[in-house]
């Protein structure tokens, strides 16, 4: 029987999981580190009958060990990094992000792992123009790239984003998913904004003294011929 299934691995519930996979449920995968600490994926999977109805389950251990070695050491290097990065599922749930997301947004990571990525900070990463991108990179094999957003953030406020984003292919259980890189560009455009709001702003400037300077032109010339017909006037009366 099922209760009587006793691997030498440390799963507590691994009864009541190969009963919910007899039972038609799909367990997520789970990494399992074993006593010589070495990582292998645990995945538990229906065993069909050859009548094709489900009559027991599999256990399945896939050595990850090296993988897992390298995801470790590829994680302490994107937390490194001063850019927030976001690693999507392909249906954009949020696998992982790090420490420059979570401060410049103000989430925590328990409130953002394994939720979509629009459900985030109350709904405000739910971006049209970003939504449109985002759902294309994977269908589509396309890239995002330098993505400008001017959006207002409940907790931070408004913020101008550049967003890059491409397909990163992963081992299982992750398969597909997306790098987002997000640079805060907030300062830097507000400053370019202001640079084009002064160049305008010299332009009329520069327009009205033109103005200015061609009536006072048109005012001279006609007082000079309003001058000069009264000294001919004056002197045709002589």
Same mark, same amino acid.
């Given at each position: 029987?099922?209760?009587?299934?006793?691997?030498?691995?440390?799963?507590?519930?691994?009864?009541?999981?190969?009963?919910?996979?007899?039972?038609?449920?799909?367990?997520?995968?789970?990494?399992?580190?074993?006593?010589?600490?070495?990582?292998?994926?645990?995945?538990?999977?229906?065993?069909?009958?050859?009548?094709?109805?489900?009559?027991?389950?599999?256990?399945?251990?896939?050595?990850?060990?090296?993988?897992?070695?390298?995801?470790?050491?590829?994680?302490?290097?994107?937390?490194?990094?001063?850019?927030?990065?976001?690693? $999507?599922?392909?249906?954009?749930?949020? @696998?992982?992000?790090?420490?420059?997301?979570? &401060? +410049?947004?103000?989430?925590?990571? %328990? =409130?953002?792992?394994?939720?979509?990525?629009?459900?985030?900070?109350?709904?405000?990463?739910?971006?049209?123009?970003?939504?449109?991108?985002?759902?294309?990179?994977?269908?589509?094999?396309?890239?995002?790239?330098?993505?400008?957003?001017?959006?207002?953030?409940?907790?931070?406020?408004?913020?101008? $984003?550049?967003?890059?984003?491409?397909? @990163?292919?992963?081992?299982?259980?992750?398969? &597909? +998913?997306?790098?987002?890189?997000? %640079? =805060?560009?907030?300062?830097?455009?507000?400053?370019?904004?202001?640079?084009?709001?002064?160049?305008?702003?010299?332009?009329?400037?520069?327009?009205?003294?033109?103005?200015?300077?061609?009536?006072?032109?048109?005012?001279?010339?006609?007082?000079?011929?309003?001058?000069?017909?009264?000294?001919?006037?004056?002197?045709?009366?002589?």
């Amino acid at each position: 029987s099922i209760s009587d299934f006793k691997p030498n691995i440390d799963v507590p519930d691994l009864a009541e999981l190969l009963r919910s996979v007899i039972n038609g449920k799909q367990p997520i995968p789970r990494d399992l580190c074993v006593s010589e600490g070495r990582w292998y994926s645990l995945q538990l999977l229906p065993y069909r009958a050859p009548s094709g109805q489900v009559d027991g389950a599999l256990v399945v251990l896939f050595d990850i060990h090296s993988t897992k070695l390298a995801c470790e050491y590829a994680e302490a290097i994107v937390d490194t990094v001063r850019q927030p990065l976001v690693v $999507l599922s392909k249906d954009l749930t949020l @696998i992982r992000a790090n420490a420059a997301f979570y &401060q +410049t947004f103000r989430i925590s990571k %328990e =409130d953002a792992e394994n939720r979509s990525l629009y459900d985030l900070g109350d709904g405000a990463w739910n971006i049209p123009e970003l939504r449109e991108r985002l759902e294309k990179i994977l269908p589509q094999r396309q890239e995002l790239r330098d993505l400008e957003v001017d959006h207002e953030f409940p907790e931070i406020g408004h913020k101008t $984003l550049h967003i890059n984003g491409r397909e @990163i292919l992963q081992p299982p259980p992750y398969g &597909q +998913t997306i790098l987002l890189v997000i %640079e =805060d560009v907030t300062e830097r455009a507000g400053r370019q904004r202001e640079e084009v709001a002064t160049s305008e702003r010299r332009l009329v400037a520069e327009r009205v003294l033109r103005e200015t300077e061609a009536e006072l032109a048109r005012v001279t010339r006609a007082f000079a011929l309003g001058e000069m017909a009264t000294s001919i006037a004056h002197e045709v009366n002589q």
